[in-house]
């Protein structure tokens, strides 16, 4: 999908910088082939099917079956995310467009970082901040996070009727994957690759989840509501004082799982 463009503005001089993009590179979460809804509006309606209509054979010209399963709809409300950091004015003056536009980039991680942080947890939502993930009741099983429980864990998917592409993982126990595939005598025919990237077709993905915790999905069941207005703003009104520019950003974010199904949970015993 296209990216927006989002100007921000110093003195007379105005700037462009692409921050979704980054925003998308950067976050654990917006990586992976989640269903991204980009929206202007504050609210977000998303229908879901909670469960499947039921086909049947039927004689031509006969009455078609009417079950229309059930379903119902997601609401999303963005919530807002942000920082603050205070840089000197000489360094802003003295920087061309492309180094300031590194500052909003700077900035961007700090927000792909505080989401995929709530993404991942387990705290109930509040009026501040969306749930995070495994604060619900979503299929799951207990086991260890290695080569075997994650394919058993695809295959559950699968069961479910759902197609697993991505598995999330924590740094650790992607490195133990790494090294027990290695241990097992499996060749990298590129010794120069970062290691083992997939487990029954899924890709291996980090995520800051604990150790022995990993989600594994089909990922385009979980769709992250993003506004459109991410900005990077600078202004020397807060920094008077010190004879400083303050830096500044918001982006607002919401999420929810349009099939727990396409979902698996796979945490120690």
């Not at 009417?66 to 409300?77: E, K």
């Not at 927000?111 to 604060?135: C, E, H, M, Q, Y």
């Not at 010794?191 to 077709?201: C, D, H, L, M, S």
């Not at 979980?222 to 900005?231: E, P």
Request: charged share 15%; aromatic share 4%.
């Amino acid at each position: 999908m296209p990216m927006p463009t989002v100007t921000a503005t110093w003195g007379r001089e105005s700037w462009s910088a692409v921050l979704l993009e980054p925003l998308y590179q950067q976050s654990a979460l917006l990586s992976a082939p989640v269903t991204r809804v980009v929206t202007d509006g504050r609210v977000v309606h998303i229908p879901r099917v909670l469960v499947d209509p039921v086909a049947d054979w039927t004689a031509e010209l006969a009455e078609l079956p009417t079950d229309a399963g059930s379903g119902d709809t997601l609401q999303l409300v963005p919530k807002k995310v942000g920082d603050v950091i205070v840089v000197s004015n000489e360094s802003i003056e003295d920087s061309s467009v492309g180094q300031l536009n590194a500052v909003g980039r700077m900035l961007v991680r700090g927000v792909s970082k505080k989401l995929d942080a709530t993404f991942f947890d387990a705290a109930a939502s509040t009026a501040l901040r969306p749930a995070g993930i495994r604060n619900g009741t979503l299929p799951g099983g207990t086991g260890a996070v290695d080569v075997e429980g994650l394919i058993g864990a695809v295959g559950a998917v699968a069961a479910a009727g759902g197609t697993a592409d991505t598995i999330f993982v924590s740094a650790a126990d992607l490195t133990a994957l790494r090294q027990s595939v290695v241990a097992g005598g499996y060749a990298i025919s590129d010794p120069t690759a970062p290691g083992v990237e997939r487990i029954a077709g899924a890709q291996l993905v980090t995520a800051p989840l604990p150790a022995g915790t990993a989600i594994v999905a089909q990922a385009d069941v979980l769709v992250v509501a993003v506004a459109r207005d991410i900005a990077v703003e600078f202004s020397s009104d807060a920094g008077f004082g010190v004879d400083g520019t303050a830096c500044r950003i918001t982006a607002r974010f919401d999420w929810a799982v349009g099939d727990p199904a396409g979902v698996y949970v796979l945490t120690a015993a």
